[in-house]
């Protein structure tokens, strides 16, 4: 299964609906957003992806909670307000977080249900194994660190393999 990851648009509506076309034309099955959308519109490119979508909200979308919950139901993809968990369809999951809540995603990366466990929050790319977890952050769609491009990344379960897209 190929999944599409996106973080922190923090408002960028555009910025998150040509992530996920470009995510969409790579062959991803799902779309996973971690949180920090800024506003409840900008979750809006998710309902409007061909593909299912799932999400968290972050740090920055406390004050937008209800909202959010409302449109990501309206669009019709599954939003928890801790933590989503994606079936890759051969018994394993991937979970999505924030990652401001550490103690939350240490239990999901230590807990040993996932195989995939993906964060947002630090801005910053990331692919490392922790243990026999692949933890994944898709660095941001706003204010990246570490690296001057807007980015996203796109699992390939069946390969193992992380690969991230610049968005333009």
Known sequence: MKVGIVSDSHGRVRTLRRAVDLLV????????HCGDFGSAAGIAPLGEAPVHAYAVPGNMDRRYLAELRHEAAAGGATFDLQAVEVPLGDGRFLAAVHGHNEQLLSDLVLGGRFAYVCHG???????????????ICPGALRS????RDLTCALLDTESDRVEFLTVA
């Not at 034309?25 to 996973?32: L, N, P």
């Not at 990246?144 to 690296?147: I, L, T, V, Y």
């Open 25 to 32: 034309a790579r062959g991803a099955e799902a779309i996973v």
């Open 121 to 135: 929050h630090t801005h910053v790319a990331d692919d490392r194994l922790v243990g026999s977890v692949r933890l």
């Open 144 to 147: 990246p660190r570490g690296r």
